[in-house]
């Protein structure tokens, strides 16, 4: 079955020659057989074959009898889950999800955010361009989605921007997950706390924001994460981060502290805003996955907001497109707590904006 998916993917979505498709699935039936007795390898390397020419010569009858005006039948034509085809309609609209459903099975964005601990952005985009890189220009007028520091490619990276990796003058960061930090606008000399914090890329770029002034405190439950975070400030010459082992969920009596000036909640979520670059993703998810992931983003919120301070501000982010851990989530938070109200939502989709799929919410606190 292997051998026939694999050449079915080939025959249909790639550029390779029907001849080499074949012939290699047939090969692979092989191999995979010899085990059982020569006469089943060839049995199994005949049936192959046979699927495989025919599906070659019906090709295009098959490729435009698929649909996807319903949910069931845009699971299928997409490729995912049924229930997420569903979840996206009901949520969505159906033009909505359609469009979207084509988005994650496309190439995802190649970006990077430049640290400005280590690097001028313009100095190392016109550096990285001098070198061959192929850096796409920059699109409007900045904004979010458009920061100086965001480089996005139009072609694989070359050796001078993995040599700019390896220096930590620049992370692999979706534009979507900077606008995360660019909606927290950390500044110089404040007290930040990161909760949820590995890998650490974002927090790394919550530094660079306040100019390595003040205090970001890193908060990760897995210890081997928060080695890598400390690792990485490290590189990124993030001097300013204090990376603290602790439950983030656990923090509504005070556990992190209190009075911090701006806090990110970026909590563990179904991650269906970033398929297009983890396709393998959408089959490890569930409804019921969905639902006890809400419950744990609820109650690291609740810390998130007993650790802000009057007049502080919150932002709550996830990298997924799924109402039960966005919306539902900030409305119940909000009727919980009345001290604090929602100033902006900012919502990014790959299908429109070219970047994962984000839900990001600014909470205050009142004074």
Known sequence: MAALRLGLFELYFSEASDHAVVDGAVELAKGGMRRTGGRRAAGAA?????????????????????????????????????????????????????????????????????????????????????????????????????????????????????????????????????????????????????LCAGPGVKTVAIAARMDGEGEVVAVERDPARARQISELTQRAGAQNVRVV?????????????????????????????????????RWRK?????????????????SGIAATRPGGTLVYATCTVSEAENEVIVADALRAHKDVECVRRLETRPDRDATDGFYIAELRKAA
Request: proline share 6%; glycine share 12%.
């Open 46 to 194: 005949g049936m192959v074959n046979a699927v495989l020419r025919r599906a070659a010569t019906e090709r295009q009858a098959l490729l435009e009898s698929l649909s996807d005006g319903s949910p069931e039948q845009a699971a299928v034509a997409h490729s995912v889950p049924e229930w997420l085809a569903l979840l996206w309609w009901q949520e969505l609209g159906g033009e909505d999800a359609r469009s979207l459903l084509r988005a994650v099975n496309e190439p995802p964005e190649t970006a990077m955010r430049v640290n400005a601990l280590r690097a001028d952005p313009k100095t190392l985009r016109s550096e990285l361009e001098a070198a061959g890189e192929q850096i796409a220009a920059q699109e409007g007028n900045g904004g979010l989605l458009h920061p100086p520091e965001a480089l996005v490619w139009d072609g694989p990276l070359g050796e001078a921007a993995r040599r700019a990796l390896g220096e930590g003058r620049m992370f692999a960061q979706s534009r979507g997950a900077q606008a995360v930090v660019g909606v927290l606008s950390p500044e110089a000399g404040e007290s930040v706390l990161d």
């Open 286 to 302: 569930d409804p019921d996955s969905i639902e006890r992931l809400a419950r744990t983003q609820a109650s690291i919120l609740g």
């Open 245 to 281: 082992v602790a439950d983030a969920a656990s923090g509504a009596g005070g556990d992190h502290g209190q009075g911090y000036d701006r806090v990110l909640v970026d909590p563990p979520c179904s991650g269906l805003g970033t398929l297009a670059s983890r396709p393998d993703a």
